[in-house]
């Protein structure tokens, strides 16, 4: 487990990395995860399985490297729940002792009866639901929330057509172009 804290460290790292996400999707017209946007790399569909340096934009595996930063790769969960052939990934220094600045990424494949018992079990949990663009949103509710974006999204998972994704906070969601 990686122990956290330092909410402004966290926060200007959150920061950064939106920057990126705005810098990357200049341009671009917006996609949901797991979109069938072209965006520049095989973005999944090759029969392989996703993996932390695949379901990210290249240029936010570049800047991570460059950090020195490495990927920690676990399978997918919701809650206690397992969702096969998915990756959870968190970025971060893993050389340090301690560390409370770190990304989470992941995505998993879903199928839509799987994916309405897993909306209903966080909304159970007291998530917050929201729905736009052919996606649903669930967001870890703010009380609970150990830190949110600018706009108050924490943990949130993003359920598409055969798809989710996960982020630490909703416009992380943002940098995910797996597309499975």
């Known amino acids: 487990m990686i122990p956290r804290g ?7 790292l959150a920061s950064a990395t939106a ?4 810098t990357l999707l200049a341009g671009c017209t917006a996609t949901a995860p797991g ?3 072209d965006t520049g790399d095989d973005g999944g569909g090759s029969g392989l399985p996703p ?5 990210i934009a290249p240029a ?3 800047q991570f490297e460059d950090l020195g930063w490495t990927a920690r ?9 397992e969702v096969p052939g998915g990756v959870s990934c968190t970025w971060g220094d893993f050389e340090v002792e301690a560390t409370d600045v770190v ?3 992941g995505w998993a494949p879903i199928g839509a009866d799987a994916a309405t018992k897993e909306e209903d079990f966080l909304v159970e949990q007291g998530w917050r639901r929201e729905e736009g663009d052919g996606v649903v949103y669930l967001t870890e509710s703010s009380p609970s929330a150990e830190w949110a974006d600018d706009e108050g999204y924490g943990m949130t998972y993003a359920f598409g057509d055969g798809w ?3 982020s630490d906070t909703k416009s992380g969601l943002d940098v995910i172009t797996w597309q499975g």
């Open 164 to 166: 989710v994704a996960l």
């Open 19 to 22: 920057l990126l996400a705005a």
């Open 73 to 81: 790769t676990d399978p997918f969960y919701i809650g206690p729940h």
């Open 60 to 62: 936010l595996v570049a």
């Open 35 to 37: 979109s069938d946007a």
């Open 6 to 12: 330092g909410r402004s460290s966290r926060l200007a």
């Open 51 to 55: 993996t932390c340096e695949t379901i």
């Open 103 to 105: 990304q989470m990424y």
